[in-house]
């Protein structure tokens, strides 16, 4: 079987989401003939998840958008060249048998969908994470928020007409589609996971720091909360390091360098980037906290990640959580959004807990390999 992956929505050289983790780990343990549509930036990234495909480049040039406004602009004219050169291949992709989206970006949708126009027996499933919320009620510039709240409106409008599945990762996922006016029929839900069994061979390193903030660095994850917050800890504890693991456009590191010099955190904070699997596992099972201050998730894999290193996790009180992370509520403390001061009382909490105990990995139950197995049984 062909599938023909479209992953116009990938910026930079990382592939560095959950979500596009997701599709691709997905799809990696699924043995196909892969036709990937994508950015050529990312085709090497591409290519460690899948191992050998096709690949058509749908963007050759070199941009890589800041995270202001004049970023969010570069972003659209991006996706629309994208879009425009997809559809340029769809001659090429006539008889492919499933077209697969790796998120709901319009950038993806459109092309199905002029796809399917051309082949109404092509299937189409696609990926959904998690509905944006209002820009007014969500972290961040409030034109980037606008954009990005229209375009993934429009998008959905346009794979409701389109797709025969949707794959979301939690049941508040697919209330929010069924609420929207998608059928209830098409969606299925199929979670999330992680690679435990690659997980349990990295090796433990030397203690480098006291909590990890891990994810993407920008506002709706956090990161400035997290600045904050460690400011409140140092009053208390004024070695208290704070490891930074993430993707950063290098406007948005500059602010936060600037902000941590303002409020005089520089040593509390160590900026490590987006590093490996082993180095991020490894440290990972090597430091007692996990500091998730993330305003809006689809799903929380990094909580899942450091639930499996053993890791105690201090969040924002999301609804999703509650869902997915049910089971692991004793080792997971949730904090009102904002509240700077309560956050940083449970992170000294767990530090002073956890200073004479052995960290030990825990058996989590979800996994890849139950995600990929579900999506090839409805699809394949």
Same mark, same amino acid.
């Given at each position: ?27 990696? !343990? ?12 990312? !085709? @090497? ?35 629309? $060249? ?27 949708? #459109? ?41 993934? !409106? ?65 506002? @709706? ?6 600045? *904050? ?13 704070? $490891? ?23 040593? *509390? ?12 596992? @490894? ?19 990094? #909580? ?58 825990? *058996? ?17």
């Amino acid at each position: 079987m062909k599938i023909i992956v479209l992953a116009n929505q990938l910026l930079g050289e990382k592939i560095s989401s959950g979500g596009d983790v997701l599709s691709l780990t997905s799809l990696k !343990r699924m043995n196909q003939d892969f036709h990937v549509l994508g950015p050529k930036a990312s !085709r @090497s990234s591409v290519r460690d998840y899948l191992g050998k495909h096709h690949f058509y480049s749908t963007d050759n040039t070199k941009i890589i958008p800041s995270s202001n406004f004049v970023g969010g602009l570069l972003i659209v004219y991006l996706y629309f $060249l994208r879009t425009v050169n997809s559809v340029k291949y769809i001659s090429k992709l006539k008889n492919g048998q499933v077209v697969y989206l790796t998120g709901d970006f319009l950038c993806n949708s #459109l092309v199905a969908f002029l796809i399917k126009a051309f082949n109404p027996q092509i299937k189409v499933v696609c990926n959904f994470y998690h509905l944006n919320p209002n820009p007014s009620h969500r972290t961040g510039n409030i034109i980037n928020n606008t954009v990005s709240f229209l375009l993934q !409106r429009v998008s959905l409008r346009v794979i409701k007409k389109t797709s025969d599945i949707i794959f979301v990762l939690s049941n508040k996922g697919a209330k929010e589609l069924i609420k929207i006016g998608f059928n209830k029929k098409d969606i299925k839900v199929t979670g999330a996971g992680i690679d435990l069994d690659k997980i349990k061979k990295f090796p433990k390193i030397n203690q480098k720091g006291d909590a990890v903030f891990l994810g993407r660095l920008n506002k @709706s994850k956090g990161i400035y909360d997290a600045l *904050n917050i460690i400011k409140i800890i140092t009053k208390k504890s004024p070695k208290f390091k704070l $490891l930074i693991i993430g993707a950063s456009s290098v406007s948005e590191l500059k602010n936060i360098k600037r902000m941590a010099k303002t409020m005089n955190i520089e040593s *509390n904070i160590e900026y490590l980037g987006f590093i490996s699997e082993r180095e991020k596992y @490894s440290i990972m099972k090597s430091t007692p906290l996990l500091v998730a201050p993330s305003h809006e998730e689809g799903y929380g894999i990094g #909580l899942l990640e450091g639930l499996a290193c053993g890791m105690f996790v201090v969040a924002y009180d999301l609804k999703i959580y509650h869902e997915v992370f049910g089971e692991y509520k004793k080792y997971i403390k949730y904090i009102k959004p904002k509240d700077y001061q309560s956050f940083a009382n449970a992170i000294l909490f767990f530090k002073k807990q956890q200073q004479s105990k052995k960290q030990k990995m825990r *058996n989590v139950s979800e996994t890849w390999e139950n995600v990929s197995r579900k999506q090839q049984t409805f699809f394949i």
